[in-house]
RNA sequence: GGGCCCGUAGCUCAAUGGAUAGAGCAACAGAUUUCUAAUCUGUUGGUUGGAGGUUCGAUCCCUCUCGGGCCCGCCA
């Protein structure tokens, strides 16, 4: 597509001014339309490196550029001010470029510049103690999309839920589902919430088939997985902590850590030199009592995924846990293992409103709003949107009350009813013009407004791509809100219907909004 | 006390170091004999928290500062 095509001409064309190596120019689309289609700072960056008038670079790039494309990409070039290079690109290329789309279909917009490589995502992990709530939609939206991402680019990718099925909490829970069967209050730092109570009423049920503590996990974990799949979400990997202890991995990861002399013996306990690798005190692996800690499971956990042979390991937490991210990188170079395979995306948390005023999570008296009920007020599709277009880095402020009512004009029902009224045309084109024909009416989109149009849909494979490249699902959302909105501004300028090349045009916008709302697991509907 | 993240329009958020910082919502004014008005066009709205610095160029990088969130367990 043009910007790949144009990075690959700009490029060579810098070897005509001696530049051979990377010196990291862009090629952008400008902020205004009279400065082009695209634009590059090539020459500003190369006549810093060479110590000339960047200008007089960009002249040289641009004579460069013209032999090597001999008119058949760019119609003009342009240079500006500090050396900027603007490049208007010919119609008939663009127009050309449009019946690609065609050809291409589900997969126009993929790549293949990860095929082979193995990746691990794990993300909400969310402990089996009760009902998943709005924090961790979050990390099953961005998780899953960033999964979807991925796969657009051909890394071959495993999806996995950690379940911390051992240790304290589930101790807690246990204790706290008795208390309930038997009237008493939560115990200290106990469990409550209305959750609890259905779970000790099943259980004094006669025909419940839900009696050992096990079974109470296992059922919590198959209520995470079902609301999990009413959000589109499936996981390739549900790997138990218990199958940690129950395979003996733990002791054996502290064995290696210990016979590496990365370990010692204090208090009874046996201690991570975590300060070798720059935390602030040693950690416990292994309690006085003999019990191996969390940390130790943990990096028993991360040796597994490494000896599964993954060529990249990621994780999404939430900020809570950044203080840890250090600690588990330490242990994993402490075990010898490839720490620059392992990567951890840290989101910010998410405050939930209903107005102005904020709605406290509390975990003791269980009053939290749970993640099946978000999805039962606003929806799968607005849910995923909502949640998938801000960029994890910042915190995310989600008001029940505005969700709600912003449901008839959320940005995700106006990417939807750009790809409804799409089909709408298509099938009432069918009707009036049974046979759309090939051959060279593509030439016939001059209009403005179709230009604009055709130039945003051959932006998404560059989309995809960054998108996957930083992990930024967002990016995708954006996208789609203008492309949207270039085919709203269109179809007002543009009467379709008895136009063949417009019909084209509009079926490669149809595949395109598609591809984006698969992308997000947002459906594609035909009417709205 | 130490660390991580954030601070952009009234609100919710964008902007891979680029050109005159953009959308949606809200407010105001318009557009429908016409392919879906869940749409479009226009107006109002900004010292990018503040002060320095680096750079041809800073919302973005560095230093300081103010404000907000989160973390610093032999919990998970």
Redesign the pocket.
Same mark, same amino acid.
């Given at each position: 597509m043009p910007q790949s095509k144009l990075d690959s001409f700009v490029s060579s064309a810098l070897k005509n001014v001696g530049i051979e190596e990377q010196i990291g120019y862009?090629?952008?689309v400008?902020?205004?339309r009279e400065?082009?289609d695209f634009?590059t700072?090539a020459a500003?960056?190369a006549g810093?490196k060479l110590s000339r008038n960047p200008l007089d670079v960009a002249e040289e790039i641009v004579a460069a550029l013209q032999k090597i494309d001999n008119l058949k990409l760019i119609r003009e070039l342009k240079t500006?001010?500090?050396g900027?290079i603007?490049i208007f690109l010919n119609d008939a290329y663009i127009q050309q470029s449009v019946l690609e789309i065609h050809k291409q279909d589900h997969a126009w917009g993929k790549g293949d510049d990860y095929k082979g490589q193995k990746i691990l995502l794990e993300f909400v992990s969310a402990?089996p103690t009760g009902p998943l709530h709005v924090g961790h939609g979050r990390w099953a939206v961005i998780g899953d999309i960033i999964g979807n991402l991925f796969k657009a680019v051909e890394y071959s990718v495993t999806k996995e839920f950690y379940v911390?099925n051992?240790?304290?909490?589930i101790e807690m829970l246990i204790k706290s589902i008795e208390a309930a069967k038997a009237g008493k209050p939560t115990p200290e730092g106990g469990y409550g919430g209305v959750y609890i109570r259905d779970i000790s009423d099943k259980l004094k049920e006669q025909s419940s088939k839900i009696k050992t503590s096990g079974e109470i996990i296992k059922d919590i974990i198959n209520q995470q997985k079902h609301v999990l799949s009413n959000l589109g979400i499936e996981f390739d990997s549900w790997f138990l902590?218990s199958q940690l202890h129950e395979g003996n991995k733990i002791f054996a990861a502290v064995q290696i850590l210990h016979d590496l002399g990365k370990t010692f013996e204090?208090?009874?306990?046996i201690w991570f030199k975590s300060q070798e690798t720059g935390d602030?005190k040693n950690?416990?692996l292994i309690?006085?009592?003999g019990r191996p800690?969390?940390?130790a499971a943990d990096i028993a956990y991360h040796l597994d995924k490494y000896n599964r042979g993954f060529d990249q390991i990621i994780n999404i937490w939430g900020?809570?846990?950044?203080?840890?991210v250090g600690r588990l990188k330490g242990a994993i170079g402490a075990l010898g293992l490839p720490v620059e395979k392992f990567n951890i995306i840290?989101g910010?948390?998410v405050?939930l409103y209903r107005g102005d005023e904020p709605v406290r999570m509390s975990k003791r008296t269980g009053e939290m709003v749970t993640l099946q009920e978000v999805i039962d007020e606003i929806g799968c599709d607005a849910t995923r949107f909502f949640f998938a277009?801000?960029?994890v880095?910042? +915190?995310?402020?989600f008001?029940l009350e505005l969700a709600k009512k912003?449901s008839?004009?959320n940005?995700v029902? =106006?990417v939807q009813?750009a790809h409804?009224?799409i089909?709408?045309?298509l099938k009432?084109s069918q009707s009036l013009n049974p046979k759309s024909e090939q051959g060279d009416i593509i030439s016939n989109l001059n209009d403005p407004a179709e230009r604009r149009l055709m130039l945003k849909l051959l932006a998404w494979p560059e989309t995809v791509k960054?998108a996957a490249k930083?992990r +930024?699902p967002?990016?995708i959302c954006?996208y789609g809100?203008e492309l949207a909105?270039e085919f709203?501004?269109f =179809?007002?300028k543009?009467?379709?219907?008895g136009n063949s090349a417009r019909l084209v045009l509009v079926d490669a916008s149809r595949i395109t909004l598609r591809n984006v709302l698969e992308l997000l697991g947002v459906t594609a509907p035909?009417?709205?």
């Open positions: 862009k090629i952008d400008p902020p205004r400065f082009g634009s700072n500003i960056i810093k500006v001010k500090p900027f603007n402990n911390n051992v240790g304290n909490q902590e204090e208090g009874g306990a602030d950690r416990v309690r006085e009592d800690t969390y940390f900020t809570d846990h950044h203080g840890y840290i910010q948390l405050t277009a801000t960029d880095n910042s +915190h995310l402020d008001d912003q008839n004009d940005p029902f =106006y009813y409804a009224r089909c709408s045309i009432k960054l930083l +930024h967002h990016r954006e809100k909105t709203h501004h =179809y007002e543009c009467r379709v219907l035909e009417s709205m």
